[in-house]
């Protein structure tokens, strides 16, 4: 659902990975548990004074809303 949901409001095509340094997926994946993260990306990540500009926010509101379409509704 959520790959459906970028791919229909972002355009983008996501990426399978439990790699990178921030991901707990790393960890949990092992279990034979479904992982799921989806956020934002900007070059403040995990820095000081971290931040999302509000412009960001919009689309993934969209993405959201798509994913509980999806899975609730069927669609």
Same mark, same amino acid.
């Given at each position: 659902? $959520?790959?459906?949901?970028?791919? #229909?409001?972002?355009?983008? !095509?996501?990426? $399978?990975?439990?790699?990178?340094?921030t991901s707990?997926?790393?960890?949990?994946?092992?279990?034979?548990?479904?992982?799921? !993260?989806?956020?934002?990306?900007?070059?403040?990540?995990?820095?000081?004074? !971290? #931040?999302?500009?509000?412009?960001? $926010?919009?689309?993934?509101?969209?993405?959201?809303?798509?994913?509980?379409?999806?899975?609730? $509704?069927g669609?």
């Amino acid at each position: 659902a $959520l790959q459906t949901a970028v791919r #229909s409001e972002c355009g983008i !095509e996501c990426r $399978l990975s439990t790699a990178g340094g921030t991901s707990d997926g790393r960890f949990i994946a092992p279990t034979g548990s479904q992982v799921v !993260e989806f956020g934002p990306l900007n070059a403040t990540i995990h820095k000081v004074n !971290e #931040s999302v500009p509000v412009a960001c $926010l919009t689309p993934m509101v969209r993405v959201y809303q798509g994913v509980i379409e999806r899975l609730l $509704l069927g669609r």
